[in-house]
């Protein structure tokens, strides 16, 4: 079992993983609070929507990608 990050902001976690992959909003928090410790829903949605930190980005099929800001422009 691989070891689960913790004391990370939402955007670190998700940088080391290059992204988090879902297929409806709701797995992208159940997706990082699998990878977590101690990261829950209202340090993602901080990060998505007050922060800026990370980005939604739908691809085909409307599937979701959250990728940290700096790597959004290098994704579109």
């Known amino acids: ?5 913790s004391g990370l902001p939402a955007a670190d976690v998700v940088d080391d993983l290059v992204v988090l992959h879902a297929t409806d909003p709701a797995s992208v928090y159940l997706s990082i609070a699998a ?3 101690d990261l829950g ?3 993602l949605s901080e990060a998505l929507y007050e922060d800026r930190t990370l980005i939604r ?5 409307r599937t979701m990608f959250v990728v940290p800001t700096r790597l959004a ?3 579109a």
């Open 57 to 61: 980005m739908l691809g085909m099929r």
């Open 35 to 37: 990878r977590t410790d």
């Open 1 to 5: 079992m691989a070891a689960r990050a």
């Open 73 to 75: 422009s290098s994704c």
């Open 41 to 43: 829903a209202e340090q």
